[in-house]
């Protein structure tokens, strides 16, 4: 068992020895034998004023100095406790474990040891977390994978049956496996997407970017899928101004290419799409007349890409703000 000794017990005895001890040792000298061998003419009342004068002055020096060293080496011991503890805060890792005094510790030496026990539980969390994220990435892309293959085989035999004569009911059953193929799929690419997303496999350049011409490109894009749908397109892009943010080109196209696609998706029965680019304040709004983010259509597979749009504009350092209801959904990116 580690043996403790209290700091400020040891304060006290060091101020103890080396302030009182003197003068009662003084004065016991004094008393046993300065005193009888002096004529007591010769002991007048100005030399003791002195004597008790220069006692004074010795405590008060004493008591000074030593506090002094003591608290000065208290002091340096706690800077370099503080140090330590800052250091994850300026260069975003965790902190090096300090030294401590195992044979016998204080109370600073003991502030260390749990200090330095609170670091190698973070490195092991750390560690662990690492390893289970690693785990579950490989994971993923391993199921995204091995989905690919009987879902291409089914897709195969629901074209091969179109092709036979079936009844109206089982065509349209046909076309709902279609359907649910398709969307599986699409959730998978998205599941795929966002997990290269957020291990980093995808480079993140951020440049000064024109919006204005970027949602024009995105629409431009876009507009032959919305014409499909025969969705209306309520467009409205300045033609002269524009302003420019920090974001990568490529990020900011696939968050809009997602927004663009869950209308699509999702509310594509509001046959309404409105875009905005709001020069003065700064913002990108997108807008449909669908059912609603609460609707069952959203909650089958909107969630895993709005992940990936919400994790691409945090580091942008911009922000979505969505308003929803059973008219629809509004979505606007500003600066956080």
């Known amino acids: 068992m580690k043996q403790t000794r209290s700091l400020f017990r040891r304060f006290l005895k060091v101020h103890f020895l080396f302030i009182f001890l003197p003068p009662i040792l003084l004065i016991f000298s004094s008393a046993f034998f300065g005193v009888s061998g002096i004529p007591e003419n010769n002991v007048t009342t100005l030399k003791l004023f002195y004597v008790s004068l220069l006692l004074f002055v010795f405590i008060m020096v004493a008591f000074v100095i030593l506090s002094w060293l003591f608290f000065f080496k208290l002091q340096k011991r706690l800077a370099g406790l503080q140090q330590a503890m800052s250091f994850s805060a300026k260069h975003n890792s965790f902190p090096k474990p300090i030294s401590v005094q195992l044979d016998r510790m204080d109370e600073i030496d003991q502030l260390g040891s749990s200090f330095n026990w609170m670091i190698?539980?973070?490195?092991?969390?750390?560690?662990?977390?690492?390893?289970e994220e690693l785990l579950r990435h490989r994971l993923i892309a391993n199921l995204s994978h091995d989905l690919r293959t009987p879902l291409t085989i089914l897709r195969g035999h629901v074209s091969r049956l179109?092709?036979?004569?079936?009844?109206?009911?089982?065509?349209?059953?046909?076309?709902?496996?279609n359907h649910t193929i398709t969307r599986v799929g699409d959730l998978m690419d998205d599941l795929l997407s966002y997990t290269l997303l957020i291990s980093?496999?995808?480079?993140?350049?951020?440049?000064?970017?024109?919006?204005?011409?970027?949602?024009?490109?995105?629409?431009?894009?876009?507009?032959?899928?919305?014409?499909?749908?025969?969705?209306?397109?309520?467009?409205n892009l300045p033609a002269e101004k524009t302003f420019y943010w920090k974001a990568d080109p490529a990020w900011l196209s696939r968050v809009l290419d997602n927004l663009f696609q869950n209308i699509l998706r999702h509310a594509a029965e509001g046959k309404y799409a409105n875009i905005v680019v709001d020069v003065e304040r700064e913002r990108i709004i997108v807008a449909d007349r669908g059912p609603g983010l609460d609707s069952a259509s959203y909650e089958r597979g909107a969630g895993i890409g709005l992940s990936a749009c919400d994790y691409m504009l945090k580091k942008m350092k911009l922000k979505a703000d969505f308003a929803s209801n059973e008219n629809g959904t509004r979505v606007a990116i500003g600066r956080a």
């Open 200 to 235: 980093g496999k995808h480079p993140f350049e951020p440049v000064s970017t024109d919006i204005v011409r970027l949602v024009r490109a995105s629409v431009a894009a876009w507009y032959p899928a919305f014409e499909e749908k025969q969705i209306q397109l309520d467009v």
């Open 162 to 177: 179109n092709k036979e004569s079936l009844s109206l009911e089982g065509r349209h059953s046909l076309t709902e496996m």
């Open 120 to 131: 190698q539980q973070l490195e092991d969390s750390r560690k662990r977390a690492y390893e």
